[in-house]
């Protein structure tokens, strides 16, 4: 692989990724309950405050496999 090729993956890369923090940051204004569904656990103590969201992890993978499959499978054709 030379270097032209791997600076086109690295920009394309980051583009995606810039997309992807666009579509969440506009996803969170939109009011969805991600992070605070049923099962995301969130743990206060004295000084310690624990924060695990777990269904909104599952959610989110979920959503982003079934995009990228239908993706792929466009792009295959």
């Known amino acids: ?6 600076g ?3 920009v ?29 656990l969130h743990i206060q103590r004295e000084g310690v405050s624990c924060y695990v969201p777990i269904v909104s992890m599952i959610v989110v993978s979920l959503l982003l496999t079934l995009i ?6 466009l792009l295959n054709r």
């Open 1 to 6: 692989m030379d270097l032209s090729s791997l």
């Open 68 to 73: 990228l499959n239908i993706v792929i499978r």
């Open 8 to 10: 086109k993956a690295i």
């Open 12 to 40: 394309i890369v980051g583009a995606v990724l810039v997309l992807a923090g666009g579509l969440i940051w506009l996803l969170g204004r939109t009011g969805l309950p991600l992070g605070r569904l049923p099962g995301d």
